[in-house]
């Protein structure tokens, strides 16, 4: 858990520093700074795609992963957890599921808790205390942040309560899931998640298709179990 509390500590900090200082960089430079990061996403996301030794298991998870995140609103979860935090701590006068609030806290949310280095580095931490992968991954996620929050505001500081349960979950499953996850099963949900993040930059950082990106996200597991199931015929 260490790697993980190190994580959560980063994103706080940069987007304190976001929020304090963001009011001074001009508009268009933030705009700028999100279009980058956005581009970066989607071109990471590419890379970790070609991770993949069977893109038919990839689009085979993105289906079914689709169906079940539609089937139990996992989007719109997202987006009532950030409207209810919004109404306790935001005073934000736009409002909404559009809102700069959600946006920023579900932005972050994806972002941070998709990619290898999330699942990787909770594996390693929790299984031998050794959180370096993480620690690299806390630097990364708290520069992120500060551009993040100076453009999206304090949702994206309320992302640091989804890393701490998804990282620190992963971290705390860390044994049983080393003796089923193996390196094919790692790289086709590796490669799934690479798509995931090609959406996510697509839709909120440089917006230009609305995507449902939350409901994608059951294909993260979808894509392991799949070729567990190859693998027995």
Request: charged share 15%; net charge neutral.
């Given at each position: 858990?260490?790697?993980?509390?190190?994580?959560?500590?980063?994103?706080?900090?940069?987007?304190?520093?976001?929020?304090?200082?963001?009011?001074?960089?001009?508009?268009?430079?933030?705009?700028?700074?999100?279009?980058?990061?956005?581009?970066?996403?989607?071109?990471?996301?590419?890379?970790?795609?070609f991770k993949s030794e069977n893109q038919l298991i990839v689009l085979g998870a993105m289906i079914i992963g689709t169906l079940i995140?539609?089937?139990?609103?996992?989007?719109?979860?997202?987006?009532?957890?950030?409207?209810?935090?919004?109404?306790?701590?935001?005073?934000?006068?736009?409002?909404?599921?559009?809102?700069?609030?959600?946006?920023?806290?579900?932005?972050?949310?994806?972002?941070?808790?998709?990619g290898p280095m999330a699942i990787l580095g909770s594996i390693q931490d929790g299984l031998t205390g050794d959180f370096n992968l993480l620690a690299v991954k806390s630097t990364?996620?708290?520069?992120?942040?500060?551009?993040?929050?100076?453009?999206?505001?304090?949702?994206?500081?309320?992302?640091?309560?989804?890393?701490?349960?998804?990282?620190?979950?992963?971290?705390?499953?860390?044994?049983?899931l080393s003796s089923i996850i193996s390196d094919p099963m790692m790289n086709e949900m590796t490669a799934t998640g690479g798509v995931i993040l090609v959406g996510l930059g697509i839709s909120n950082l440089l917006e230009i298709k609305k995507i449902r990106v939350g409901n994608f996200l059951p294909a993260l597991a979808i894509a392991p179990l799949i070729v567990w199931i190859l693998a027995k015929f």
């Open positions: 858990m260490t790697g993980t509390i190190i994580n959560v500590a980063a994103i706080l900090i940069g987007s304190t520093i976001g929020l304090l200082f963001g009011a001074r960089i001009p508009e268009r430079f933030k705009d700028t700074v999100i279009a980058g990061m956005g581009l970066f996403t989607a071109v990471m996301g590419i890379q970790m795609f995140g539609e089937w139990l609103g996992l989007e719109d979860g997202l987006q009532r957890i950030g409207l209810s935090l919004e109404k306790r701590f935001s005073r934000d006068t736009e409002s909404g599921t559009g809102s700069r609030f959600v946006r920023g806290f579900m932005v972050a949310s994806l972002l941070f808790c998709i990364l996620d708290g520069f992120a942040s500060v551009a993040f929050a100076s453009t999206l505001g304090i949702g994206v500081m309320f992302s640091s309560v989804m890393i701490l349960i998804y990282q620190g979950g992963i971290s705390l499953l860390a044994g049983l």
